[in-house]
């Protein structure tokens, strides 16, 4: 693309732009490596050259369940230490990133990359593979119910105390 033609986009955009079409290109993958969103970024060539505030977006910025440091955006999602994906509705974010910038807005993507946002509404409501396993310790609630068996919590715990006088 010749420079003239580059277009302006924010670093976060271009980062969501970099992660979406990983994802559309690979759609086996649920995540994707820190460098290889770096490497997409830098092929897209969307600015011209890779700028220095890439790495740190999709490190940091651009992550919804970190906590915000500055950039508050809920673009990516960190399924594991060095990796992401795309961030969906309904998985978990940090509260302080609460109403924070999801996608590009479709005025600021030019060129045939306004698809992508068609595509991402389409990726996200789909059977997924994708969506945030369920908490460990919140997946324990109530799986002690067998410990007392057909016994009741309270007339286990009384007897306990019974014991103990």
Not at 143 to 164: H, M, Q, T
Request: positive net charge; hydrophobic residues 35%.
């Amino acid at each position: 693309m010749p420079a003239s033609a580059k277009i302006q986009l924010k670093v976060a955009d271009e980062v969501w732009i970099a992660t979406a079409l990983l994802h559309r290109e690979h759609p086996d993958r649920t995540d994707f490596t820190l460098e290889e969103i770096r490497a997409r970024v830098e092929k897209a060539g969307l600015t011209g050259s890779l700028r220095p505030g890439v790495y740190v977006h999709i490190v940091q910025h651009c992550v919804a369940n970190r906590a915000p440091n500055p950039g508050r955006y809920r673009m990516l999602f960190e399924t594991g230490p060095g990796r992401r994906r795309l961030f969906r509705r309904g998985d978990a974010y940090h509260p302080a990133r609460e109403g924070a910038k999801i996608t590009p807005r479709p005025e600021d993507l030019r060129n045939g990359y306004d698809s992508l946002l068609v595509w991402y509404r389409q990726w996200c409501s789909g059977k997924s593979r994708f969506t945030t396993p369920a908490d460990p310790l919140l997946s324990l609630a109530g799986s002690g119910r067998r410990l007392w068996g057909d016994e009741r919590a309270d007339e286990y715990l009384r007897r306990l105390r019974e014991a103990w006088q």
